[in-house]
């Protein structure tokens, strides 16, 4: 079979993580990536001889703008530009700084080809805002899409879970929000609390994902740099009971019930585990929810989730690479395909 | 007229703020403050030769166990045992470590002295769990009173206050707990949020002070040191709307509306304001609440606080001592007195 | 006696507390402060009535660009422009943003106006670069003077202490450094630590104020808000041993000497204790210095200073106002007259 | 070739670092690992079927006063006792938590296993105190021998290498160290710093490995988890330009001479950077050292390094092995076999 070409615009946090993705998929293959400058981590890639996951070879190629002479300086193989890049490949996936993918949608739009968006441009940069689990199927076929944000993305997860087996009709959220990645010297908070206007743009874009569902919520910023925690109050359409919620957020393979009676005791515990099972990067894919903070109130069912900011999307956009090219049609066998070659769902009995 | 004779045991960081707000009623004397070793805000009360708010002599006594040598050693002057105090007070505002408490009620007992406990001890310590503005007239005449906790404290205000004016059926709440006061060297957290096991205390405890109400909610902590944020999500009986809930917060003296128009943006602004106030140690008794946070969701009506933990107990301790003594047999009287030696409210239009 | 008048340009952290140091001075007048919005600061001073310290009205006059209007609909009275107040005063302490200093030097100069600039102007700005007590006399008469900044004023004060006694060749500092203050929110650090190319500006700054000693450093930022450390590695023109090190430092009234076993385990403890004193925002103007940490290196003295980063070059810029306006000819009348006003040096023995 | 037989006790922070670093060796066997509760670390290799590097089984033993039935109840595989685990090995890797060690040493004496302990043991429970590269062949056929602590690990090969060159006299450090690893719940700092008494352990260890140096210096902790930086003020018997000591460092196999051009600009930044290059838990077994920190002071060298304090004892713990075992009699034998089989210094022009 024919392999899906993909290349990926943006080096940075999320891009090296979908490019490590995609490296994973068997349908994929990753032809190349594409940056503006040697930063660390493409100064790690060639610390490694452009060699990714699985002994691939990440080509890279340059966007307009780029100092050369700055990679050949530090013997950094450049394979072209970014518009070589474009040329090869069925689909982009554009991590590029927010903003930037909507100029980058021009080249793409030149050469005909299809891309996905991160959860950092307009909504009205893709044709459809799309969730690997929410809303597979309206993204069959089409040739932009955008995926929600890291929140937005975890959030979904847990409230569709409940949704497709219960009915949910609204939910409200509090994001306790790490405020910068590990290595991150361009933004941080020190020794405060920081609160954003509400509603928050997680609960508005949740809404557009499942518009059937009234949401809100509040973010507060807070000086950590490992994982968001959300604490959901949802109101099923029927009365959810512990046992009820917890029954299907364990069968969903892209959410991990912890408990702190096995030492999970917070985001930090979570980053530590992905660390010892090994994964890259210290990466996690599911996102974690505690058994021990699910409680009832009159009708809501109660939750708190862990989201791993820098990894969560991943899956979800290898689906939307699926939806876009018609790998799979539906939900159920997109989904399961990026599962199966990330590995997720493995430890689920 | 005869002012009320008081003492306080354990000059921490809740003893000190209890001791200065003693000393600021007219109709209150405080008659010294209790301690066991000469810890630094002993020392730095010795270094204004003993001298509190007002001009006021704070005498210290010592509790049992104390080396008497050492406070010689550091010349700071001692002027008797916690007995000799507790002889000579109608009433102990007992702040001592969480479970000394318990202990100490034996002396009061012993002397017939009347005390006010912190939210430390066990609710079994007294004959009330007391909050000044929600359950004032249960504490009326009683001998042991044991205050709410400072998220407890700072919660109900704000759910009491819509509760009187419009009803309120059940509360969840999200707990963004700072972990350690400034200074504190013997608890912290590092890059890390913790949970803990739902539902939290304080969401219990609301619901003993206003049985009428059903809570629940999740605790969450974080690694700053000032003022715990709380996201509320309220069910009223009928529909509150924005303007209602508005309305009523900023009627209440102990509540602070803020906006981050203002330039509020989270709890270390409302530190920073208190310090540029120029109240003492920077602290503040009122509990912010975010105008910005407010947002309806259904039935329910969402706001965010922040809690002063230092500060925010005590004008609740004093109206306790009020109803405990009788001198005032109502909220709204015993309150108000409160307020008026506190200087609290004086912004409010 | 006509007092000395004088002006604030910029209420921000330091500038309202270089207004609060003048309005203690007895032989100064507080003519006013110039701010250009109505920052929490600002607003902190409305909601007092514009009082401040010892019960004196801070006039307020806005600077260029200033939108009345907006002070106008919070009720903050404004007195006039900028150069009203510069027309009123003998001299200006200018604490505006870095940079603005240089052209508000303009209006100065139109006015035949002295002024203090602080750290964060270029030393072109002004005829001297100015330490309190390192180089008093260089500052006598002139009309334009540049403070050092906070780390260089705390740093030098214990270099200097020594050098007078004993002698200092040389001195290699490592400077831990606290990356916001209190209630920052536009800049932070979280869970990392950032350091700057070697050598540090405060050494190089100390050697402009002390060209006979030969400095260097390296300089770490650290995600706090409170007060930096640096440790000192000096070396003497003869053998300094700790306790000829702690004799001299003992003496200082700018530098208080802690210990661990008294219970100053770091920055966080002199914050909490200068709050305990009861100082107003709980700042302190003396350096703190651990005896725990002095130490003897061959020829080098070793030891550890900690910086209260808000406060600390508030006692030198009224040392410059004596300085350039000639109230005091020589340092130690001129430092003396500073640490009566402000209450320095009245806990040592 | 017999391959060494080697156990590990404790499977904690360093314990499951070292058991991949034995892993690792080919002329080396991990016959298994000890640990007393199903931590996360034990959960996650149990998640992975007990498979750690290289698809290599690590086989659990369980140590006097686990509870096996608990083991049982979440499937976690166990091969037997600690004392059976011992009797299979040559020598054992000792990191159970301090203290813990010097009772092991009774079970390893018994059945005539020689072992190595980590930094939190006393110095008595060894033969020699051990560092790969300073003094490698102290330790060679010796049966008890206990590892540098991290910081002192790292600092040495640093000084060592200078001192190797050049012959280095004295040394102060100023120590600004992670006050937790990324995880840690049971120990924190938040929005302090705080000191100890001086001079610092890391400094009289040196002395004790290095007795020709004479070594001080202070230490502060900081809340952070990545990585502590020490600077480092050595006296060299010659003076010792910049140039000299780089060219030095740029040499030495596990020194990493990084930048702040190169975007290292933290602790961060050099954890971040061994996740990009995909090591195993984020890993890096080389200190970091910025080129842009080192400056001359007289006679003197100032530089900073980067400690990775989770991994850095890895390497000289394997060198112990050789040592002790006699597997290589030199240092240069010694600490080469562990370096090509942990891939150190691969990155080296």
Same mark, same amino acid.
């Given at each position: 079979m024919r392999k899906i070409k993909v290349g990926v615009a943006g080096y940075g946090t999320i891009g090296q993580r979908l490019a490590d993705g995609v490296a994973l998929q068997e349908d994929m293959e990753l032809v190349g990536i594409a940056d503006m400058v040697p930063s660390l981590s493409v100064q790690a890639l060639a610390e490694n001889d452009m060699v990714g996951v699985n002994g691939i070879k990440?080509?890279?190629?340059?966007?307009?703008?780029?100092?050369?002479?700055?990679?050949?300086?530090?013997?950094?193989?450049?394979?072209?530009?970014?518009?070589?890049?474009?040329?090869?490949?069925?689909?982009?996936?554009?991590?590029?700084?927010?903003?930037?993918?909507?100029?980058?949608?021009?080249?793409?739009?030149?050469?005909?080809?299809?891309?996905?968006?991160?959860?950092?441009?307009?909504?009205s940069v893709a044709d459809v805002f799309f969730h690997g689990y929410a809303n597979y199927e309206k993204g069959v076929g089409k040739d932009y899409l955008k995926l929600t944000s890291c929140n937005t993305t975890g959030l979904i997860r847990s409230v569709d879970c409940l949704d497709r087996a219960y009915g949910i009709e609204k939910v409200v959220i509090t994001i306790i929000r790490r405020v910068a990645d590990p290595g991150d010297y361009h933004r941080g908070l020190t020794n405060a609390l920081q609160i954003?206007?509400?509603?928050?743009?997680?609960?508005?874009?949740?809404?557009?994902?499942?518009?059937?569902?009234?949401?809100?919520?509040?973010?507060?910023?807070?000086?950590?740099?490992? !994982?968001?925690?959300?604490?959901?109050?949802?109101?099923?359409?029927?009365?959810?009971?512990?046992?009820?919620?917890?029954?299907?957020?364990?069968?969903?393979?892209?959410?991990?019930?912890?408990?702190?009676?096995?030492?999970?005791?917070?985001?930090?515990?979570?980053?530590?585990?992905?660390?010892?099972?090994?994964?890259?990067?210290?990466?996690?894919?599911?996102?974690?929810?505690?058994?021990?903070?699910?409680?009832?109130? !009159?009708?809501?069912?109660?939750?708190?989730?862990?989201?791993?900011?820098?990894?969560?999307?991943?899956?979800?956009?290898?689906?939307?690479?699926?939806?876009?090219?018609?790998?799979q049609l539906t939900r159920e066998e997109g989904t399961a395909a990026t599962n199966k070659y990330l590995g997720i769902g493995k430890f689920k009995k």
């Open positions: 990440y080509n890279l190629y340059l966007v307009e703008g780029a100092d050369k002479a700055e990679f050949d300086r530090r013997n950094i193989p450049v394979e072209g530009t970014f518009e070589d890049l474009v040329k090869k490949v069925d689909i982009m996936l554009d991590s590029a700084p927010a903003g930037v993918g909507a100029k980058n949608k021009e080249i793409y739009e030149k050469y005909g080809v299809k891309a996905i968006f991160q959860g950092g441009e307009k909504n954003d206007k509400a509603p928050s743009h997680q609960a508005v874009d949740l809404m557009t994902i499942m518009p059937h569902i009234d949401a809100t919520g509040i973010l507060v910023h807070t000086p950590v740099t490992h !994982g968001h925690i959300i604490t959901v109050v949802a109101k099923g359409k029927q009365k959810i009971t512990k046992e009820m919620a917890l029954r299907e957020f364990q069968k969903h393979p892209r959410i991990r019930v912890v408990s702190l009676a096995d030492g999970f005791k917070g985001n930090a515990s979570l980053f530590k585990y992905a660390r010892d099972l090994g994964n890259r990067r210290g990466d996690m894919y599911e996102i974690g929810l505690w058994e021990d903070s699910i409680v009832e109130s !009159g009708d809501d069912i109660v939750y708190a989730i862990n989201i791993p900011q820098e990894s969560v999307t991943i899956p979800e956009t290898i689906d939307a690479i699926r939806a876009a090219t018609k790998l």
